[in-house]
């Protein structure tokens, strides 16, 4: 099915490790994007890439970094892992018509 | 600034009681709007939207009419489902250098029989 992949589904991470969290989608969007959701909190935009080649930063992004790969896949990275990066985090894609989101990754940093 | 308001939850109704979720925004320009809803372990998905004043989006049974004089876009539906049960958010979309989509804090759901 047509949509957005995310992986992994789940992690656990120590303070001070890194990872990255992979996204792709297969609908030839041009824009993609990066959310944390915390209870209380919402949906806080973490980088966005308006087209391939571009990212630029959003509402949330210290401690992260992005890679816009190709037209699919956008890529999270955490360079050192923090106890407050502990969330659920989406990627989203879209046409300008709404998003599409992932079915997210939900990362505990311990 | 451009946000969104939605009401606060969590709401509790019985199966095939009438719902309404009451959504505002303010925005400096014409935007689009959505209703996307979450379930429980899942990401969020496009209920319905409206892209300009007296649209209404329609799926599943809910519905939506987007209000240009009252900046609204309260979501209904006339008889909820145990299967309902979810958190709602409220959108909005600008057409700026990229498709920047605008978030309420989301309205909890919850159905019983």
């Known amino acids: 099915n047509a949509g957005v992949t995310q992986t992994p589904k789940f992690q656990v991470l120590k303070t001070g490790q890194s990872m990255t969290l992979q996204c792709a989608q297969d609908?030839?969007?041009?824009?993609m994007y990066w959310y944390r959701q915390d209870p209380g909190m919402g949906l806080r935009l973490i980088y966005y890439?308006?087209?391939?080649?571009?990212?630029d930063k959003g509402e949330v992004p210290n401690g992260y970094n992005v890679s816009r790969l190709n037209k699919r896949e956008f890529s999270l990275r955490l360079e050192s892992a923090a106890p407050s990066q502990t969330s659920v985090y989406f990627c989203?894609?879209?046409?300008?018509?709404?998003?599409?989101f992932g079915s997210g990754t939900r990362l505990t940093v311990v | 600034g451009d946000s969104v308001t939605q009401m606060e939850g969590p709401v509790t109704l019985s199966e095939e009681a009438f719902l309404t979720i009451n959504c505002t925004y303010t925005?400096?320009?014409?935007?689009?709007l959505f209703w996307y809803v979450q379930y429980p372990g899942e990401g969020l998905q496009l209920l319905l939207k409206?892209?300009?004043?007296?649209d209404k989006g329609s799926n599943k049974g809910f519905e939506a009419t987007y209000r240009k004089e009252t900046t609204s876009f309260h979501l209904e539906k006339g008889s909820v489902q145990v299967s309902d049960s979810a958190v709602y958010f409220c959108?909005?979309?600008?057409?700026?250098?990229?498709?920047?989509?605008?978030f309420g804090p989301g309205t909890s759901l919850s159905v019983i029989p």
């Open positions: 989203a894609s879209s046409n300008g018509y709404g998003y599409t």
């Open positions: 609908m030839n969007h041009n824009s």
């Open positions: 890439s308006a087209s391939e080649g571009t990212t």
């Open positions: 925005a400096t320009g014409y935007p689009s």
């Open positions: 409206a892209t300009k004043a007296d």
């Open positions: 959108a909005l979309s600008l057409k700026t250098s990229y498709d920047k989509v605008i």
